[in-house]
């Protein structure tokens, strides 16, 4: 695939031309057509092959000049213009990139003043209290600076929720397409959906456990072999992440499937709690008087037998959840099936890749009763965010595609939360929408009494259905601004704001621990995609498992409501 090495290139390109003001509407350019490369499904040596030049430029944002750079990338595997460039500034853009507040301007200061061109070198000049001498850093962002590094560090190897699940279908259906192998489970955090995975864990009974393994080993993803046994095999992954396979008795499926499920804190609990009833459990079964009665029974079994409810995936943490079965209060969790609407999407308007009414015909085969269009407000003009005027005009498009198609959209944005709190569209046009979503976008490292306050402001103008990501963290990239979520709270249960549990699968915000500790109020969440294109839709279920992983019911959940009910909620 060329796409993603010249997108690379285009974005450096972006990072080095748009601090100089000459060269920024270039700039912008390049970052333009990074992003369209990054996501078009077509790779652009094939259209060149096929169209020659006039292909390239079919590429929205690709003009002669560019389509020529991508001509010569081609044929020599490099572009002069950028080997330039880079011998002027060999900065490891994306590196830096991972610490919070981190931009092109910052790293060429810091590259010009300390020659730093990677985390190895921030860390080391970091540590020796170089940065907060350099204009425009200071003390404070220093600490900031190692806090975020060793926050990386000890992330280090953990992979996101989305990739893993997508890794372990394609093992699974790989694998269960042989004659030999019966049965195949998820199991491990990948089946407790937490947020990061340190590695992913696969269970399967088979008639064949050699044969099995030899299968697995041949996966196409598979880099090397870890460990080869015939019950327990290790390969690892591309993706830099490890599979661990185990070939299990079929007899004991159900306390297999227990225990490596975990948490590990969870089973521990487990097993003393079968101890104190004369019960002994482990991976092959529920044994009473060295007799296995768990034999062929499922794990719901298991924990009946043990007089527990029956304890969710997503709840096992060891975090009251085992306290709570024991007095049969385990409660009804939601599940992707009760969700009826997304309320957070972007569109070509703003930022986003396609036009409405193709989202509109993606969310019709999600069978949806209604969606949101919210993009962007004109505060983030590097998501392209639009005015009033351009929201008045875009709702006629709206009205227009409501009549056509027997799915309810409703009008909306993502409105900026400015500086001091306010909104960043008229009263106006916010009082023609039907559900605002309201997110901190910019400015976002204050002092926690200020942007708790500025949040609250945001609320305290009545307009705000949805509080969007609400910490803004971005998972092993940026930790969440500091916030007080318990004030934030009171506030959304008095002016009716839902919380959001955004579902893109770097943010999961709020997370499970946020969700658990708001939900001692009275308020409402909305699991949204924030998709920014069609295929964004599927993300639902990382929010879904989020929102298990706090415990929620459906009835906390505005987007489980049927229209009616939905459109009482968002009323302001
Ligand atoms: P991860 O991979 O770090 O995201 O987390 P897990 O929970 O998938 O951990 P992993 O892969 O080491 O083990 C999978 C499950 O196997 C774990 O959740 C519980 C079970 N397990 C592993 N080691 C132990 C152990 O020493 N004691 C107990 N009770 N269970 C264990
Ligand atoms: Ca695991
Ligand atoms: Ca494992
Ligand atoms: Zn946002």
New binding site residues.
Partial sequence: MSNSEIAGIFENLYNILSIDEKTKFEALAYQRVARELQSMPDDVSDLYDKYGIGGLMKIPGVGKGIAQHIIEYLKTGKIEKYEKIKSEYPIDFKDLFRIEGLGPKKAILLYKKLGIKNLNDLKKAAEEHKIADIPGFGKKSEELILKNISMLASLHG?ILLAQGLNEARKIISYLTKSDFIDRCFI????R?M?E????I?ILATSKDSKKTMDLFINFEDARSVMIKGETKTTILLSTGVTC?LRVINDASFGAALQ??????DH??KI?KIAIGNNYKLNEYGLFYNDSNIAASKDEKFIYNRLNMDYIPPEMREDRGEIELALQHRIPELISLNDIKGDLHLHTKESDGLNTTEEMVNAALEKRYEYIAMTNHTKNLKIAHGIGDQDFIKYFDTVDKLNQKYKIKILKGAEVDILKDGSLDLKDETLGQMDCVIASVHMNISMEKEDMTQRVINAIKTGKVNILGHPTGRLINKRSSYEIELDEVSKYCEKYKTALEINSSPERLDLNDENILKTSKYNVYYSINTDSHNIYGYDFMELGVGTARRGWLGKEKVINTMDLNGLMKFLKK
């Fill in positions: 953990r199991a491990g955090s990948t407790r937490k990061t995975l340190g590695d864990d661990d225990y490596f499920t975990g948490s590990k089973n521990i097993r």
